[in-house]
């Protein structure tokens, strides 16, 4: 039975329990809900809750778990000859689960009976065969012990359906039922549903952990799967970067490196002037009908997906530096695209971020302090250079640290404005790549998902992580840090 | 300014006239002033850049040269194609020929070679077959044929190719523009709006006219669902535990750490994840936008937990203490009472989440949503979820990393797609945040 007719079960369980367990209750109390402990409708949503929630959890949890057991179980049967002549027992499973599914589109087709494909015993040229026939690609891996094996599989994925269907139901059947008998005039059905309610809260408050822990431990093991086949000497200390797919590349992470901080500090250099001035003209000089223009307009920048800007960088910038700096001009540049070019455009884009974030900062400095300078006689500008910046410079360091882990992490611009030469260089209209731009090319790229080029990715996801989070929670602190002083 | 009288001279000048120094202050401070405005300027100068260089290259793709011509096929005709080897190949001949003898009849170019036809045309055979296939009916009589002109065609009309820089190819000779022109002045070549861009799915390398973003705009679609229908329950239900109910302590410390940092980490890396956990570990099927839409999901949890928990914050405590006074448990005033109020600003802070997750594109290519899996629409609506898309981000980088040149008006074309609906949602958004939101 397909999952989502289970879910409907479950929730059609959960209706009846509702109508049955209210009418339960409101019996209990001669049928006057001022005589019950809570409101009718809790005792419903009791009932409702005690069948949905464990039939969801115990759905989920089979669900995940099912096919790990399975196939361990299925795996435990090829006979280790076969598994020593395939690769990997990885790839050997791999043809397992296709071969099963290429059953069950055999079934659905029609070229094979229901019978048949169970069949233990069914003669493998025909399998074969009919399998064929139905769309599947036999490759040489496939053999009788495989075949086999796909066939326990099928049985096992079948049994394992039938019983969760099973349980899954009697859980919520009993779960509605143990509802109804507690549907008593003075028990307390509010503080029950409460309960179960706020369970539910502190659950979906988690999934922030979740996904950080989930984050962790998917770079993690495989980062630590990288440096089992390449050396993390290597990996830190080479200092060129060469995947070759077919084995013994270089993968040296400072040439990535070096492009992603180069990158970053010309975006900074762009976005941290302009955006600075910018929140120092609107918030201290500009009256409030250009700030109200001026400000949501310069917002617009950070809107704008980085796709966008990517393209923007390939197509339009590229090409005017190109036609500045390249052959025609001062002859500095070979293609369109380079550190510069990324660099520009990514400052462009962080141009908001500065800004609206020093905005913030320079509006929460003290208005006192403005005024006591301008009683001493100094002009705006010297009460900006000398007081109000000092004042406000914790914040933004802060805020240009955290637009420097944005230009760290960003993506799409470099792909498409920074090229893909991996190399050292002083020159900034020579293309360079970056940490992200190799992760995304290392990863949608035809290597085995089990080599050293596939995996280094996440090594360079790691990287990245650690790098951004800790500038992240440098920027926090300096900006708490500084807060601290004006409240 | 202590040190400043300390080092200064005394000066003795008139309040009428202002002496050297103070001409020097002023001039600071006009100059301070011109830096903010010009950072303004140069600010709003890129965004109108961008602007413009977006409308620029981007209208183009929205029309397309089509020749549109009255044919009639004979059933002789018709079978003599069919028996043959080449069938598209026998159609496009067949077309090459009824032309040049309109063309011939009508007296414009005597001299028009019919492979000048064929390089102007492009692909029409496989157009043609088609139309003749489903409608077995149309064989014989006189039909009006609006076909795609080839895209070097089309890119002289839109500059892309020119007199000057055409090289001579197997695709297009100069000689060819000159019949263009010729048909274009008889009325058979024109360009019309190219609703196949808006419906269409990607074509392949070599068919840059073909391709449309109809079916990542479905994926995107589909991702939007899962997004809307995970982040927002999860997201308001964990924004009114930390807001409401949590207690103080290291839990709830280590969870609000958690969402800050979260909302700071780079979007590919919510890639990883989602390539590792569902695609890896799960077996989630790869490129789904089931699978994007989790990874969405995910990235714009925080954005929807922060906006959310100021939207409750926003809400006075007077309304939950009114609740509570008349009897009502902490749940009770919370869901009855401070949500409904808190509606609008969740509601808005969503849709910019929302809109967030839409111009997502790294994470995506890692989860294998890339341009060219967008090949077809999806079979059903439960199908959307599972089968193979893309997303109209990931179709836009697809086409920019093409190196046909007219891949690259396809880009543009798809980002003024990809904004109009960016446009829409913003501006949902601020009517919703304008009609709703109270001040207390």
Redesign the interface.
């Known amino acids: 039975m397909p999952v989502?007719w289970i879910i409907l079960i479950v929730i059609a369980i959960g209706a009846v329990g509702y109508v049955a367990t209210r009418a339960r209750a409101m019996a209990s109390a001669g049928n006057d809900a001022r005589h019950l402990h809570s409101l009718p409708s809790y005792y419903g949503y009791m009932a409702f809750l005690f069948a949905a929630a464990p039939a969801f959890l115990l759905l989920i949890v089979w669900l995940?778990a099912a096919?790990l057991v399975i196939e361990k179980r299925v795996a435990a049967t090829l006979p280790a000859d076969v598994v020593e002549q395939a690769a990997s027992q990885n790839l050997l499973m791999a043809e397992v689960r296709r071969v099963a599914v290429g059953l069950d589109n055999a079934v659905a087709a029609g070229v094979m009976d229901e019978d048949l494909a169970s069949n233990a015993r069914a003669d493998f040229t025909d399998m074969t065969a009919r399998l064929k026939e139905a769309g599947q690609v036999i490759t040489q891996n496939v053999t009788t012990p495989v075949l086999r094996a796909a066939q326990m599989m099928r049985e096992a994925n079948a049994s394992s359906r039938l019983w969760m269907t099973i349980a899954v139901i009697a859980v919520a059947i009993a779960g509605a039922a143990l509802a109804m008998m507690r549907a008593q005039r003075d028990y307390r059905a509010?503080n029950v549903v409460?309960r179960g309610?706020?369970w539910?809260?502190?659950?979906?408050?988690?999934?922030?952990?979740l996904?950080?822990v989930?984050?962790v431990l998917?770079?993690l093991?495989?980062t630590i799967e990288f440096f089992r086949i390449y050396p993390a000497s290597e990996f830190f200390g080479s200092l060129t970067w060469s995947p070759s797919f077919g084995g013994g590349s270089e993968l040296g992470i400072w040439p990535l490196l070096w492009g992603t901080l180069y990158i970053s500090v010309i975006a900074l250099a762009v976005a941290v002037?302009?955006?600075?001035?910018?929140a120092?003209?609107?918030s201290?000089?500009a009256s409030n009908r250009v700030r109200s223009v001026?400000k949501p307009?310069?917002e617009?920048?950070a809107?704008?997906?980085?796709?966008?800007y990517?393209?923007?960088a390939?197509?339009?910038v590229g090409p005017l530096l190109l036609a500045a700096f390249g052959d025609g001009g001062l002859g500095w540049m070979q293609s369109g695209t380079a550190v510069m070019t990324a660099g520009l455009v990514m400052g462009?884009m962080l141009?908001?971020f500065v800004?609206s974030l020093s905005d913030d900062i320079i509006n929460a400095v003290p208005q006192a302090m403005r005024d006591g300078s301008y009683g001493?006689?100094?002009?705006?500008?010297?009460t900006?250079?000398q007081v109000v910046l000092p004042a406000a410079l914790p914040g933004i360091v802060g805020a240009v640290l955290?637009a420097a882990?944005?230009a760290?992490?960003?993506?799409?611009i470099v792909?498409?404005g920074a090229g893909a030469a991996a190399r050292l260089s002083l020159n900034p209209f020579e293309a360079m790549t970056t940490v992200?731009a190799k992760?995304?090319s290392q990863?949608?790229g035809d290597a085995d998902?089990a080599s050293p080029e596939a995996l280094v990715?996440?090594a360079l996801?790691m990287t990245?992580?650690v790098i951004?989070?800790g500038l992240?929670?440098f920027a926090?602190y300096i900006v708490r840090k500084y807060r601290e002083q004006y409240d | 300014m202590a040190d400043a009288t300390a080092n200064s001279p005394r000066r003795h000048g008139s309040l009428t006239t202002t002496d050297p120094r103070t001409k020097r202050r002023n001039a600071a401070e006009a100059r301070f002033r011109a830096y903010g405005i010009a950072a303004i300027g140069l600010g709003l100068f890129f965004l109108v850049v961008l602007a413009t260089s977006i409308i620029r290259s981007g209208v183009p793709a929205f029309t397309t040269t089509v020749v549109s011509l009255e044919m009639n096929v004979s059933q002789a005709e018709y079978d003599e194609a069919e028996s043959g080897m080449l069938k598209t190949a026998a159609y496009t001949k067949l077309f090459i020929t009824k032309l040049g003898a309109q063309l011939r009849e009508a007296g414009i170019g005597d001299d028009v070679q019919d492979d000048a036809i064929e390089r102007i045309m492009g692909k029409v055979g496989s157009d043609m077959r088609s139309f003749y296939q489903e409608n077995p009916d149309s064989i014989g009589e006189t039909v009006t044929f609006t076909l795609n002109a080839s895209s070097r065609v089309d890119g002289y009309f839109k500059g892309r190719v020119n007199r000057e820089t055409l090289v001579d190819s197997r695709f297009l000779v100069a000689t060819d523009l000159d019949v263009v022109d010729a048909l274009t002045e008889a009325g058979i070549i024109t360009r019309q709006f190219d609703w196949g861009f808006l419906t269409g799915k990607d074509a392949g390398v070599d068919n840059p006219g073909g391709a449309g973003i109809g079916a990542s705009v479905i994926g995107s679609f589909f991702m939007m669902l899962v997004v809307l229908v995970l982040s927002l329950p999860i997201g308001v239900a964990a924004s009114i535990y930390l807001e409401e109910f949590a207690p103080k302590n290291r839990w709830t410390d280590i969870i609000e750490v958690n969402i800050s940092n979260l909302a700071a980490v780079p979007s590919i890396v919510f890639g990883i994840l989602g390539l590792a956990v569902f695609i890896q570990f799960a077996g989630l099927p790869q490129s789904a936008p089931l699978v994007g839409g989790l990874v969405l999901t995910l990235m714009t949890l925080p954005t929807i937990i922060i906006s959310t928990r100021a939207s409750l914050k926003a809400v006075p405590p007077s309304i939950r203490d009114a609740a509570l006074g008349v009897g009502a448990s902490k749940m009770q005033a919370v869901f009855h009472h401070v949500l409904p109020l808190a509606a609008p600003g969740i509601l808005t802070g969503t849709i910019i989440g929302l809109a967030q997750a839409l111009g997502e594109t790294a994470p995506l290519l890692l989860i294998g949503m890339v341009g060219f899996v967008a090949r077809e629409y999806p079979g059903g609506f439960i199908e959307g979820f599972v089968e193979p898309n893309s997303a109209m981000p990931a179709q836009i980088y697809t086409w920019a990393a093409r190196s046909d040149v007219a891949f690259y008006e396809k880009a543009w074309g798809g980002i003024i797609v990809l904004l109009v609906f960016l446009l829409i949602m913003n501006a949902i958004a601020i009517v919703l945040r304008r009609r709703f939101e109270r001040r207390w």
């Open positions: 989502l995940i096919p509010r409460e309610v706020r539910m809260l502190v659950g979906a408050a988690s999934i922030a952990i996904t950080t989930g984050i998917s770079l093991f495989n002037p302009i955006g600075l001035f910018a120092i003209y609107l201290e000089y001026a307009l310069l617009i920048l809107g704008i997906p980085t796709i966008v990517g393209l923007f390939l197509l339009t462009i141009i908001p800004s001493l006689g100094a002009t705006q500008s010297e900006i250079r955290l882990s944005r760290i992490g960003e993506t799409m792909v498409l992200t992760i995304v990863l949608t998902f990715a996440f996801g990245l992580f951004t989070l992240n929670v926090l």
